[in-house]
């Protein structure tokens, strides 16, 4: 890139990012849509995951920390509601708990994130320490995988509704309320993106944010497929699924 590019061609960049490097083509993901994994390894898989999930709040807060002007906290700041919600029954994470209830984990476990992998800690926490340490701009692009979740989201529900018979609707309600939340985060970080990576060197560092988040995504995977599918070597610690069968 040796000028820079018009805010389609950025566009263009950005996707072709999740084209090649979205986790949806991760052999871990391709097991679970395929009907392939037990339910010891969907509870590892929703149990590591809410690691994830319970962080998202805190990654928001710490971007919505360093915008300036009110129009941006304004609009940064319903991500945080959507995850948290106004009270203890809803929102994001509580959903999540419901999909971890539902797949037969004791609450008190999950929220106490004592089995969770310590890669999959390192990849979320790199997230967060990201976003507090790169640019506005970068931390915002890294949230850009967003553009690529919707359809991922609707073939995980029908693959897994059709192949998992010990989930319904209900368990996967977590997914219905991201498939309009997603697509209206990913427009209005887009458009800043676009607005404001002028530059090649801004728009040079919003194609590598994005890597970057699209990397944390794709690890977390490694993580429980080397745990729990193949060689199936999980640290000390680390969530057992014998232990609740």
Request: net charge neutral; with cysteine.
């Amino acid at each position: 890139m040796n000028a820079p590019l018009s805010a389609e061609q950025l566009e263009a960049g950005l996707r072709k990012v999740g084209e090649e490097r979205y986790h949806d083509k991760h052999p871990f993901h391709q097991l679970m849509n395929a009907g392939k994994l037990s339910k010891g390894q969907l509870q590892a898989w929703a149990l590591n995951r809410f690691y994830y999930q319970a962080m998202i709040p805190i990654k928001d807060a710490a971007i919505l920390s360093r915008m300036e002007h009110a129009e941006l906290r304004r609009a940064w700041r319903q991500r945080i509601i959507d995850h948290d919600g106004d009270n203890a029954d809803q929102g994001g994470i509580r959903r999540w708990i419901a999909l971890t209830d539902g797949l037969g984990l004791e609450r008190a476990y999950v929220e106490s994130l004592q089995g969770v992998l310590p890669a999959t800690r390192f990849a979320v926490e790199a997230y967060v320490h990201f976003v507090r340490e790169r640019s506005l701009l970068e931390a915002i692009a890294s949230s850009l995988t967003e553009m690529f979740s919707q359809s991922t989201i609707r073939e995980r529900v029908s693959s897994m509704l059709a192949r998992y018979d010990f989930l319904n609707v209900d368990v996967l309600a977590y997914f219905d309320k991201r498939l309009t939340q997603a697509p209206r985060d990913a427009d209005f970080a887009l458009n800043y993106v676009k607005r404001e990576a002028r530059t090649v060197q801004d728009q040079k560092a919003a194609i590598a944010a994005l890597e970057f988040k699209c990397a944390v995504l794709w690890s977390q995977l490694d993580a429980l497929y080397y745990a729990y599918v193949t060689p199936a070597f999980r640290p000390p610690g680390a969530f057992n699924p014998e232990s609740v069968a």
